[in-house]
């Protein structure tokens, strides 16, 4: 079937963005400690938007933050909040920009003490993938709120990502 269309969710619509995102990522497992936290920190500004909103965004939140190194946006202060708010490419919302830092600050503070971010995310769904109808995708699930509790205790982040296993992605 040369040509032809491949089978999408029905969340996709015609917008050429979306579909690349959807072909190239959307349900593909993830097991990069970085690319994890990237998308968990993208999932954090989504809270109260559409995800196509963060997607046109991505490239400036990598521009604003450091290309989501860890290392450099841990060392963050109080100016980089202030050049963040001021940044048009990405959301701007100081609880979230502030829960960034914290995340990178926790993603180097398990790392430091032999904890890989990976593998901490991946122990949620026993290292296996979720996978869904592709049609109805919960906004919250035991799961979700389990991950939630998990990372709260250790951040004071703003908003439950929506990409937990068995809610937007087939895995996390």
């Known amino acids: 079937m040369t040509g032809a269309e491949p089978m999408r969710c029905a969340w996709v619509g015609a917008d050429a963005f979306y579909r690349a995102y959807h072909d190239e990522e959307w349900g593909v497992p993830e097991r990069d ?14 809270a ?11 490239e400036g939140f990598r521009a604003a933050f ?38 990178a600050q926790i993603f180097c503070e398990m790392r ?3 904890e890989d971010f990976a ?10 993938p979720i996978r869904n109808d592709g049609v109805h995708f919960p906004a919250k699930t035991d799961l979700s709120e389990a991950i ?6 250790a951040s004071s982040s703003s908003g439950q990502p ?8 087939s895995a996390w």
């Open 148 to 153: 939630s509790i998990s990372r709260n205790a």
């Open 48 to 58: 109260g938007l559409s995800w196509i909103t963060i997607l046109r965004k991505r």
């Open 162 to 169: 929506s990409s937990m296993p068995g809610c937007r992605r």
């Open 33 to 46: 400690p970085r690319m994890l936290w990237e998308t968990l920190m993208l999932e954090g500004f989504q």
């Open 66 to 103: 450091a290309g989501f190194d860890p290392d450099k946006v841990a060392a963050f202060g109080p100016d980089d909040v202030d050049r963040l708010m001021a940044d048009p490419g990405i959301v701007r919302a100081r609880a979230k920009i502030e829960a960034t830092i914290r995340g």
């Open 119 to 128: 593998a901490y995310v991946w122990a949620f769904v026993d290292g296996t």
């Open 112 to 114: 430091e003490r032999g």
